[in-house]
């Protein structure tokens, strides 16, 4: 990952500054008791916008302290082997990253997309009529934007993506901002004591894809689908397992941990009471929300946001309402989450049994 730092160019730092730096940072100590939240980094200031060495036409410029940077002069539908070589890099290190003026075809933006791993098809969402890799996630007067709540994508995947690849088609005149929490930044932020407590805890995510599921038997039905169609849908979603994910994921690229429970999908922590669980589920959900470890995206039609499943949750604004906003995603599918305990051994996300799978519907 250094390599990704080093370009950040010189760092400008007046007498000033530097004493602002201090107090900030004194500051943030000070409080960290009351908020829970502790330095999770150390502030430094970097230019605004730095050329990225070797690839000239490009430059880059952070939104968040940790996360999130928006990356100028890439066209998504012309993109070299190198370029590619260091978004990957950029997305492993910054979470999430961000392009504008991407007017590209559909078609482009699923081909950009398999450029870093093969596409998931989501099986339940609404496709869009002529590509089954892109989600359309349209919202306005009828449709209300749901995606309110602090999650990763699918997480009731034993094997939840990779990353997604958000296009904006047509967006509110104020409003309908996505924000991004850095989970590895808040897991450096936890106490250590509360560190030692999740490392190597596993929790139990929800199996009915939010509801999703029922919706698109529905829509099947509507449109109405045979006896034979409907029984061909209930046979292969019947018994999709209910995934038992780490509550701290080590990252597969960098060996970094993130907080890997969120309000979309974690119901319980498996071995602890139900009281235990919930105390401990409703801190470590909190964390996303906290604005030190956040960026803040304002969209522009042509606008891409690029994120990192796996480490970064994300919240879309839903205060447009009944503004029209048109979204069309693209995901790439991800592996199968582990944790790797400070002795090197690893634990990997299994599927419930029975007893773990009742728990996980008793909580909804
Ligand atoms: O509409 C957005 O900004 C994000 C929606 C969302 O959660 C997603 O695309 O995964
Ligand atoms: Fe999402």
Not at 97 to 105: A, E, L, T, Y
Not at 234 to 243: C, K, R
Not at 279 to 303: D, K
């Amino acid at each position: 990952m250094s390599e990704v730092t080093e370009v950040r160019g010189v760092t400008h730092r007046t007498p000033l500054e530097k004493n602002r730096k201090a107090n900030a940072v004194s500051l943030i100590a000070k409080e960290a008791p009351r908020l829970g939240v502790g330095p999770s980094r150390q502030m430094t200031r970097s230019v605004t916008v730095w050329p990225v060495a070797g690839l000239a036409h490009l430059s880059c410029e952070h939104l968040g302290a940790t996360i999130g940077t928006v990356v100028h002069g890439l066209d998504m539908a012309n993109t070299t082997g190198e370029e590619i070589a260091f978004l990957r890099r950029l997305l492993t290190e910054r979470k999430v990253i961000f392009f504008r003026d991407q007017n590209c075809s559909e078609d482009e933006h699923i081909a950009f997309g398999a450029r870093f791993g093969e596409l998931e098809i989501h099986p339940f969402n609404p496709m869009h009529p002529d590509h089954d890799e892109i989600i359309p996630i349209y919202s306005g007067k009828s449709a209300v934007g749901a995606a309110n709540l602090w999650h990763s994508d699918v997480m009731w995947r034993m094997e939840p993506s990779l990353g997604s690849i958000l296009r904006a088609r047509l967006v509110p005149a104020v409003g309908g901002d996505t924000l991004f929490a850095d989970m590895a930044a808040a897991y450096r932020g936890l106490t250590d004591d509360m560190r030692a407590k999740i490392d190597g805890l596993m929790g139990i995510n929800s199996g009915s894809a939010n509801g999703s599921k029922e919706k698109a038997r529905q829509r099947l039905e509507e449109r109405g689908a045979s006896a034979e169609e409907l029984a061909e849908f209930d046979a292969t979603y019947a018994n999709i397992p209910i995934p038992i994910h780490p509550v701290v994921r080590t990252h597969p690229d960098s060996g970094e941990r993130a907080i890997y429970v969120n309000a979309g999908f974690t119901r319980r922590i498996v071995g602890l009471s139900d009281d235990e669980s919930d105390e401990l589920l409703q801190h470590l959900y909190a964390q996303a929300a906290v604005p030190e470890y956040q960026c803040r995206f304002s969209w522009e039609s042509g606008s891409v946001a690029f994120w990192d499943n796996r480490a970064a949750q994300h919240y879309a604004s839903s205060d447009y309402w009944p503004e029209r906003r048109r979204m069309e995603r693209v995901t790439i599918a991800g592996d199968l989450p582990y944790f790797r305990h400070d002795d090197g051994q690893v634990t990997h996300t299994y599927p419930a049994g029975p007893s773990d799978a009742a728990d996980a519907v008793s909580h909804g």
